[in-house]
Nanobody, 119 residues
């Protein structure tokens, strides 16, 4: 099972930007970012296939968030722009997710990093 370590969370005002990083202990397919807002279920945000760079986004973040990779470092990034208060959540990195934003399809999870967006 791959180990994942996230970093880069924090607090920002609406309209601001943050970049999250996720370092994996080894190469994996279908890495992704998920989030869990307070009192709500975990939801998919973005996926990337490190082999070819294919990406997939939830409608709620399309056009505002980008996901990228550095295969040499086994690291995936989530660049979050034009942040909104509704983006406030604990953000989790996940691996071996198949090609799905359904959290139940992921086999490995990081510990999470908090993102708070104030209005």
């Amino acid at each position: 099972q791959v180990q994942l370590v996230e970093s880069g969370g924090g607090s920002v005002q609406a309209g601001g930007s943050l970049r999250l990083s996720c370092e994996a202990s080894k190469y994996t397919k279908y890495m992704g970012w998920f989030r869990q807002p307070p009192g709500k279920e975990r939801e998919g945000v973005a996926l990337i296939q490190p082999a070819d760079g294919y990406t997939y986004f939830a409608d709620s973040v399309q056009g505002r968030f980008t996901i990228s990779k550095d295969n040499a470092k086994n690291t995936v990034y989530l660049q979050m722009n034009s942040l909104k208060p509704e983006d406030t959540a604990m953000y989790f990195c996940a691996a071996d997710c198949f090609w799905s934003l359904d959290p139940s399809r992921c086999k490995s999870w990081g510990q999470g990093t908090q993102v708070t967006v104030s209005s």
